[in-house]
């Protein structure tokens, strides 16, 4: 066969690329050594085979087989050719290996960002649980706070955001929101602080201890400081800001130090002799939970990591639950 029309220049690479579908009819008439082999078994017509093949020869500029006695045989041309359609074929291959992997959770990547009420037992929990059905997923965790990490999860940079939900109004309509867990802001200190000894700690008695300020937690300090407010009293100022959860546990187990920590550290708190002090009234409570492109759900790897999460969070805050 020649091509129909030989061009003036070599063919642009989009050219061949637009036709990538060709490949495998091309293939085909090359192992079966002539169009009506070909055609009989990928069950089209010659004349149609044949267009296929002129159009590819077309787009190339180059004769890709000629007849002798004994059927068609690939040029040197359609040589070069065999060579790369079939290294395609075996990507193509697999990618929906890959795929298949990815959609049964057998392979792939789940990007996490989980801030301080997930990210240190509730989220590495489900992970473990996960990847022992899993063993293939690999995780990656940010556990920066959400207003870093909800722009990411926009623009693609993450699979899923676990935090407080944003009220209705400021939720943006490509993105799911899945309510799982009511959470507490509290006070804790280590279990032999003197402020333990009261049945209820009122604002004035947290003003006479040092605070440790967690650097990220705007809106923790803000509910904070309105608990102030409403005792008329000025809030007290942070002895210690920092950025790690761990850092303030040791030092409140070594000192008289308060801080102020979501609801769903109360098991990891209890493990280093922490616990939340019985204030006047509540800080606050939010609605937290999962934030997530919807093609994800695709993801066996989130399902699984979503079951899981669910049973740590069933074994631990059933009373919680939204």
């Given at each position: 066969?020649?091509?129909?029309?030989?061009?003036?220049?070599?063919?642009?690479?989009?050219?061949?690329?637009?036709?990538?579908?060709?490949?495998?009819?091309?293939?085909?008439?090359?192992?079966?050594?002539?169009?009506?082999?070909?055609?009989?078994?990928?069950?089209?017509?010659?004349?149609?085979?044949?267009?296929?093949?002129?159009?590819?020869?077309?787009?190339?500029?180059?004769?890709?087989?000629?007849?002798?006695?004994?059927?068609?045989?690939?040029?040197?041309?359609?040589?070069?050719?065999?060579?790369?359609?079939?290294?395609?074929a075996l990507t193509c291959k697999y990618a929906v290996s890959e795929v298949?992997?990815?959609?049964?959770?057998?392979?792939?990547?789940?990007?996490?960002?989980?801030?301080?009420?997930?990210?240190?037992?509730?989220?590495?929990?489900?992970?473990?649980?996960?990847?022992?059905?899993?063993?293939?997923?690999?995780?990656?965790?940010?556990?920066?706070?959400s207003e870093s990490t909800l722009p990411m999860l926009s623009s693609g940079?993450?699979?899923?955001?676990?935090?407080?939900?944003?009220?209705?109004?400021?939720?943006?309509?490509?993105?799911?929101?899945e309510p799982m867990l009511r959470i507490e802001h509290l006070v804790y200190?280590?279990?032999?602080?003197?402020?333990?000894?009261?049945?209820?700690?009122?604002?004035?008695?947290?003003?006479?201890?040092?605070?440790?300020?967690?650097?990220?937690?705007?809106?923790?300090?803000?509910?904070?400081?309105?608990?102030?407010?409403?005792?008329?009293?000025?809030?007290?100022?942070?002895?210690?800001?920092?950025?790690?959860?761990?850092?303030?546990?040791?030092?409140?187990?070594?000192?008289?130090?308060?801080?102020?920590?979501?609801?769903?550290?109360?098991?990891?708190?209890?493990?280093?002799?922490?616990?939340?002090?019985?204030?006047?009234?509540?800080?606050?409570?939010?609605?937290?939970?999962?934030?997530?492109?919807?093609?994800?759900?695709?993801?066996?790897?989130?399902?699984?990591?979503?079951?899981?999460?669910?049973?740590?969070?069933?074994?631990?805050?059933?009373?919680?639950?939204?």
């Amino acid at each position: 066969m020649r091509p129909q029309r030989p061009p003036t220049a070599m063919p642009a690479p989009n050219r061949l690329m637009r036709r990538a579908h060709l490949l495998g009819d091309f293939l085909v008439v090359a192992n079966e050594g002539g169009i009506r082999q070909a055609a009989e078994k990928i069950h089209l017509s010659q004349s149609a085979l044949t267009r296929r093949i002129q159009d590819l020869e077309s787009a190339l500029g180059a004769s890709l087989f000629e007849r002798t006695s004994r059927g068609m045989s690939l040029t040197p041309f359609g040589e070069a050719l065999r060579h790369h359609a079939q290294l395609v074929a075996l990507t193509c291959k697999y990618a929906v290996s890959e795929v298949g992997d990815l959609l049964e959770g057998e392979a792939g990547e789940l990007r996490i960002a989980a801030g301080p009420a997930w990210a240190y037992a509730l989220v590495p929990d489900a992970v473990a649980r996960m990847q022992a059905a899993h063993p293939k997923v690999q995780v990656t965790l940010n556990n920066q706070l959400s207003e870093s990490t909800l722009p990411m999860l926009s623009s693609g940079l993450l699979d899923v955001v676990m935090s407080g939900l944003p009220p209705p109004r400021e939720r943006e309509s490509q993105l799911s929101y899945e309510p799982m867990l009511r959470i507490e802001h509290l006070v804790y200190a280590r279990q032999g602080h003197p402020l333990h000894r009261l049945a209820t700690v009122r604002p004035a008695d947290l003003q006479q201890h040092p605070w440790i300020w967690f650097v990220e937690a705007v809106k923790a300090r803000e509910l904070l400081a309105a608990h102030f407010r409403r005792a008329r009293l000025p809030m007290p100022g942070a002895a210690v800001e920092t950025s790690s959860v761990q850092f303030g546990f040791r030092l409140m187990q070594t000192g008289n130090h308060l801080m102020v920590l979501p609801s769903t550290l109360i098991e990891l708190a209890a493990q280093r002799g922490l616990a939340p002090l019985k204030l006047d009234r509540s800080l606050g409570r939010y609605v937290a939970g999962m934030v997530y492109r919807p093609s994800v759900r695709r993801l066996k790897a989130f399902e699984a990591f979503r079951d899981a999460l669910a049973v740590e969070l069933g074994r631990s805050f059933a009373d919680a639950l939204v």
